[in-house]
């Protein structure tokens, strides 16, 4: 096979239609909704079987005061983030958005106003591009199947074992209401559509159909690869994706399709350990270890989407916030080392990775590790280097042991950035 022949027309259109994305590397996940009430996380229907009945005083209460989503816009844009994905409907089937195929939404709520909107003008009006994630499932949905289904809340429940449903109905019901998303709120970046299992992926959503309707609807659109099919062929499904979306994982040597070419992929990661907002749960990631995430993530040509599950009455817990300002003002010093960066031909150092563009070589330096950096077969390849945070200039120089290597002359016993310091290596051309 030709090299040449490998780049398929799909490959290609691929590549185009997910540049922006892969330009921005970091984006930020929100997970909001009626579970911010009992607090206990976003699954919470499901793993305590809770009916309809059980679930409902929520949404006669789901009242967020404190819903600002400029100032959500402004957290995101100081963290460094480039585009935002929010929930517009999750799994208990209530939606943020003023649907007209269903009551079950936040205008029906002592809310009273189409929650997305509000979401989609302020992020916008900070440059940040705009994404929703929508759910497959729905728990509410009366022709969603229940008692055979592993995630419904009432699986193995005997009064629903006769339970008569039409999901053919659902499919339109889901179908109307993603084209509502994507016509009522201006361009849309990103469709966020989460997930397939078991029997219950591709043509059972009606996937073909519905892809050529976003298609339609937004043809710049971006979306992720949980409708089904593989991503990874030669010749994907239509509905196989733009993007893989690997969960609360990064992937060991990023994402390729069986021809061995990158794929854009975009690994989902929480703060804490949870989506949705828990007010017991307090161990959240830190600064340090988000940054490391976002590198390793860059490094092998993903982006990282990192999620904040904001409180019922619609505020951003402090803690997400602080990690968050800390991690905006590492970006500000060390932005082009991330932003339309991708993976290096170059192994992985060991003391740490390399993001590369065009002729820029960053070196993210973890471990100080004893005497000068080695810098692997760049003997005679590096025109200058300098500190990327301040400018500051780093002497290289060669050892005659090691005559392939180039060497970072590091003073000192410990490094500038404990958390991970960036020298920027201009490459000769």
């Not at 900070?126 to 969603?144: N, Q, R």
């Not at 593989?230 to 893989?244: C, L, M, Q, S, T």
């Not at 990327?388 to 200039?393: I, M, P, R, V, Y």
Request: contains cysteine; charged residues 30%; hydrophobic residues 35%.
């Amino acid at each position: 096979m030709e090299q040449s022949d490998i780049f398929t027309k799909e490959y290609l259109e691929r590549q185009e239609r997910t540049k922006w994305f892969t330009d921005s590397r970091f984006g930020l996940f929100i997970h909001w909704g009626l579970y911010a009430i009992p607090a206990r996380g976003e699954w919470l229907r499901s793993t305590e079987k809770l009916s309809i009945e059980e679930y409902d005083p929520f949404f006669q209460e789901f009242n967020p005061v404190h819903y600002n989503p400029r100032e959500w816009a402004r957290v995101a844009k100081a963290a460094g983030m480039k585009y935002a994905v929010m929930t517009a409907k999750h799994h208990d089937g209530f939606c943020l958005f003023d649907s007209r195929f269903t009551d079950y939404k936040a205008t029906n709520t002592p809310a009273g106003r189409d929650l997305i909107r509000e979401y989609v003008d302020a992020f916008r009006a900070e440059g940040l591009a705009v994404g929703f994630y929508y759910s497959l499932l729905d728990w509410h949905h009366k022709d969603f199947p229940k008692y055979s289904d592993r995630g419904h809340p009432m699986r193995g429940n005997e009064a629903y074992r006769e339970d008569s449903f039409d999901f053919a109905r659902y499919v339109d019901y889901m179908r109307n209401q993603v084209t509502e998303l994507l016509t009522n709120y201006g361009p849309i970046d990103v469709i966020w559509f989460d997930f397939s299992y078991d029997e219950m992926t591709g043509e059972v959503w009606g996937a073909s159909e519905l892809v050529r309707t976003v298609r339609a609807l937004q043809p710049d659109v971006i979306i992720d690869n949980r409708l089904g099919g593989d991503i990874k062929a030669r010749h994907p499904e239509v509905y196989a994706g733009d993007f893989a979306s690997p969960e609360q994982i990064i992937p060991p040597e990023g994402i390729l399709n069986e021809d061995g070419l990158p794929l854009p992929w975009e690994a989902c990661i929480t703060l804490n350990n949870h989506w949705g907002y828990n007010a017991m749960d307090r161990d959240y990631k830190s600064p340090k270890q988000v940054i490391r995430a976002l590198i390793e993530c860059v490094s092998k040509g993903g982006n990282m989407l990192l999620n904040v599950g904001p409180d019922a009455k619609g505020e951003i817990p402090e803690e997400s916030i602080r990690v968050l300002n800390d991690v905006g003002k590492w970006l500000r010093r060390n932005a082009a080392s991330v932003y339309n960066c991708g993976r290096s031909e170059l192994l992985k150092p060991q003391w740490g990775r390399y993001t590369e563009r065009e002729n820029k070589l960053y070196a993210h330096i973890y471990d100080r590790g004893i005497g000068h950096i080695n810098l692997q077969g760049l003997t005679g390849k590096i025109k200058r280097a300098r500190l990327l945070a301040d400018g500051s200039e780093i002497k290289i120089r060669t050892l005659r042991e090691y005559p392939e290597d180039a060497f970072i002359v590091m003073n000192g016993s410990q490094l500038p950035d404990d958390w991970d310091t960036v020298i920027e290596l201009e490459l000769e051309q």
